[in-house]
């Protein structure tokens, strides 16, 4: 079964940074795509970043620049860095992979920027 669990969420003042992790396990398959998206209250869930086994990487237009997406592939966990951040990237954030046949999600993790 796989699950996939979320770390590193928390509070932080505007300007401030945060890591998320994602560990991956019950993985039987090769993970092409691993990626982080958000949603915040009231609003639809939106893709953060995006990367492919082969190093293709996606991300939002509102966070280039800021976030970096990494992934460890022999560990199955995918990383987001997150600088700069922003009162307009408070959200639950949460871990997707990609499998042969459906995608897997992550439980969330709760990211609040506020001063």
């Known amino acids: 079964q796989v699950q996939l669990v979320e770390s590193g969420g928390g509070l932080v003042q505007p300007g401030g940074s945060l890591r998320l992790s994602c560990a991956a396990s019950?993985?039987?398959?090769?993970?092409?795509?691993m990626g982080w998206y958000r949603q915040a209250p009231g609003k639809q869930r939106e893709l953060v970043a995006s990367?492919?086994?082969?190093?293709?990487?996606r991300y939002a237009d509102s966070v280039k620049c800021r976030f970096t997406i990494s992934r460890d592939n022999a560990k199955n966990t995918v990383y987001l860095q997150m600088n700069s951040l922003k009162a307009e990237a408070t959200a639950v954030y949460y871990c997707?992979?990609?499998?042969?046949?459906?995608?897997?999600w992550g439980q969330g993790t709760q990211v609040t920027v506020s001063s």
């Open positions: 997707n992979v990609m499998g042969p046949s459906e995608g897997y």
């Open positions: 019950g993985i039987s398959f090769n993970i092409n795509l």
């Open positions: 990367m492919s086994s082969g190093g293709n990487i």
